[in-house]
């Protein structure tokens, strides 16, 4: 599925991204479903089992392809908002938070008229999409 400016910046925005990274971090950590090893029941000598699943966690969630791919789509909103300045980072937090508000409203809160806001948030998507961050994640791994 291809996906657009819009949808980034309406993840991004929302906070949709940052539920789903920590939903997914929290559920890596706290899923139990691996099986006990020590099927006969003796002892383990030398074995920090603490330590090994704290070891076993964060390497579970480094290697979590969904992880990465959340983290990639952040940071790449994170570093073009960067370019941007303080206006159109404001223009798009007003068109894609959780409770959005009107044209009207958002274009009073930025001092510009509805037709100036809509013709510049066009102009960040199309910049956002042409740009060398819009690129899709093909293999991540280190």
Not at 82 to 99: G, I
Not at 110 to 136: E, G, H, N, W
Request: charged share 30%.
């Amino acid at each position: 599925m291809a996906e657009t400016a819009e949808q980034y910046f309406k993840c991004y925005y929302s906070g949709k991204w940052e539920h789903d990274l920590a939903w997914r971090i929290h559920d890596l950590k706290y899923s139990h479903s691996t099986q006990d090893e020590n099927v006969g029941g003796g002892r383990v000598k030398n074995v920090n089992t603490t330590l090994n699943s704290t070891i076993a966690n964060i390497a579970a969630v480094e290697d979590d392809k969904i992880v990465r791919e959340l983290r990639h789509k952040i940071e790449t909103v994170k570093n073009y908002e960067l370019s941007l300045d303080d206006y159109h980072v404001n223009l798009l937090k007003l068109r894609y938070a959780k409770k959005r508000h009107t044209w009207i409203n958002d274009s009073n809160r930025l001092y510009k008229s509805v037709r100036q806001c809509q013709s510049d948030l066009k102009a960040i998507k199309d910049d956002f999409t042409q740009s060398v961050l819009f690129q899709p994640v093909e293999n991540s791994t280190p």
